[in-house]
């Protein structure tokens, strides 16, 4: 039988700014998610939090686009906007949830949803990825390192299952189209995409010798959805590890060094993404600078067992003082490109507002 694991998240407010979700948002999603179990609807759930963004990770037998899972995801982050965000005046009080009737499928209403359907293997062990301050494409460096870049992954050289290597299906955000490229033979049009992580977004990756699902993240851009600015999109991955794909040592390898991802403060600044246990997931610095949090499951008959918090470990205490060193270096340049996005991003911030005043001040040279 199939195992489907669903990640499903949204920031429905926070407090004291973009911090982090009050207790009770996280017990009210608990209490939920128990209830859905009690009726079978899941088998298995864990609610967490990264950053602002409160984290449904959900395990079922109903295959990926479920409408009752989607509703019940939905239903969750609009109870707790109404029964708590809201009555407590907490930050961006259902900020995610961008339209309030469900339609059947949460994707495209504003929250992150990152699925895969399975046939679970004699041992199946997952990381799920978490990020906060920056948006999808920031998975495009890593995903790509995991399972495309020998230099990061040993298994693509000396592990027979691995060495044929993966499909990358890579999705426009802006024409909403998608393409699958395969690797390696086709790494040099794949890194032409993916390189541009704002508008080529990585969708799924599956094990090129069968077809096994290996990875999938979440692609949503609410500025897209919106036609405004409303926060970031801080993403979700789901990836499987070990037994025939990337070791976990590999797949967080990753992360070991800081790579610059847009978002940070007001979604409008390139910073360092650092990886970090989930108790230090809150961000203070200038909103940022942006957080990646992994938690580590082993899915065994629908159930999920763990976590392991994966950054939680002082191998990566030298990627976060790079981090930090990285976003010293950025800060220092204030309001100048390269730290703040350029025009072609900052066109979904507030900035156009304050062009357009000085539209009319401009002479002809
Ligand atoms: P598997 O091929 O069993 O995943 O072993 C690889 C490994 O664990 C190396 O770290
Ligand atoms: P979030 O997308 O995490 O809500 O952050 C928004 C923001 O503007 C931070 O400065
Ligand atoms: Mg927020
Ligand atoms: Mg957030």
Not at 54 to 83: C, N, P, Q, W, Y
Not at 140 to 158: Q, S, W, Y
Not at 321 to 337: K, S, T, V
């Amino acid at each position: 039988m199939k195992t489907t694991l669903s990640v499903i998240k949204a920031d429905v407010g926070s407090v004291a700014g973009h911090t982090k979700p009050h207790p009770r948002q996280l017990e009210m999603a608990e209490e939920k998610l128990k209830d859905a179990k009690k009726q079978r609807i899941l088998k298995s759930f864990y609610v967490t939090h990264c950053g602002d963004d409160i984290e449904l990770i959900m395990t079922h037998d109903r295959g990926v686009d479920d409408s009752e899972i989607h509703e019940l995801a939905f239903k969750t982050f609009s109870e707790i906007t109404e029964k708590v965000s809201k009555p407590m005046k907490l930050y961006g009080a259902g900020q995610d949830l961008l339209l309030d009737t469900f339609s059947g499928n949460i994707k495209g209403m504003g929250p992150g949803v990152a699925e895969m359907e399975f046939e679970e293997r004699r041992s199946d062990p997952v990381a799920v990825f978490m990020a906060d301050k920056t948006e999808p494409g920031a998975w495009n460096l890593p995903l790509f390192k995991m399972f495309a870049d020998p230099f990061n992954t040993a298994g693509l050289i000396i592990d027979p299952a691995l060495h044929e290597g993966f499909k990358y299906t890579i999705l426009d955000v802006m024409k909403n189209r998608s393409v699958v490229l395969s690797c390696p033979e086709e790494m040099y049009d794949l890194l032409a995409l993916i390189g541009e992580p704002s508008r080529y977004v990585i969708k799924q990756i599956h094990r090129k010798s069968d077809g096994l699902i290996s990875a999938v993240a979440s692609t949503t851009r609410l500025s897209l959805i919106a036609g405004r600015y409303v926060g970031k999109d801080d993403p979700v991955a789901i990836v499987r590890a070990q037994h025939g794909l990337p070791a976990m040592g590999e797949v967080l390898e990753a992360f070991a060094y800081p790579h610059l991802v847009a978002g940070w403060m007001r979604g409008s600044h390139y910073g360092p993404l650092m990886p970090v246990g989930l108790r230090h997931s809150m961000v203070s610095r200038f909103d940022g600078p942006p957080r990646v949090i992994c938690l580590g499951f082993q899915v065994s008959n629908g159930e999920l067992i763990g976590p392991e918090d994966l950054f939680d470990d002082v191998a990566f205490d030298e990627s976060r003082r790079i981090a930090n060193e990285l976003a010293y270096h950025m800060r220092r340049q204030g309001p100048f490109m390269p730290h703040r996005l350029g025009p072609e991003e900052m066109e979904y911030t507030t900035l156009p507002g304050i062009l357009k005043k000085l539209e009319g001040r401009f002479v002809q040279e």
